[in-house]
């Protein structure tokens, strides 16, 4: 099967960043939910909270503030969207951030 290249990124972003989140069950409002997004390649969220939300927010922010355009538009977009609610599109776009920022700072 061939994947779209435009679906390599969206693989990452969504395994991405699932190191460091609390664990299921612990008084967290964490829920861990498993799509299929290829034949042997489950993506999970653990947490759709507006504080996973802040957390993620707060790792951007410190990288520092001088942040590469196109990282400072996923952050905005991010914040906004988990502000109104939109809390699973808006951790997907501050995930998206975090992978471009740390792919450009090597860290």
């Not at 799509?35 to 909270?49: A, E, L, N």
């Not at 957390?55 to 538009?73: E, K």
């Amino acid at each position: 099967m061939n994947m779209h290249p435009a679906m390599a990124p969206a693989i990452v972003v969504m395994s991405f960043c699932l190191c460091g989140a609390a664990p299921v069950g612990a008084g967290t409002g964490a829920e861990v939910v498993t799509t299929r997004d290829g034949p042997d390649k489950p993506v999970i969220i653990t947490s759709d909270t507006k504080a996973y939300c802040n957390r993620l927010l707060n790792i951007i922010d410190a990288y520092g503030p001088a942040l590469p355009q196109d990282v400072d538009s996923l952050r905005t977009q991010g914040e906004d969207m988990c502000r109104e609610g939109r809390i699973r599109s808006g951790i997907v776009r501050l995930r998206r951030a975090l992978v471009e920022l740390k792919e450009t700072t090597h860290s």
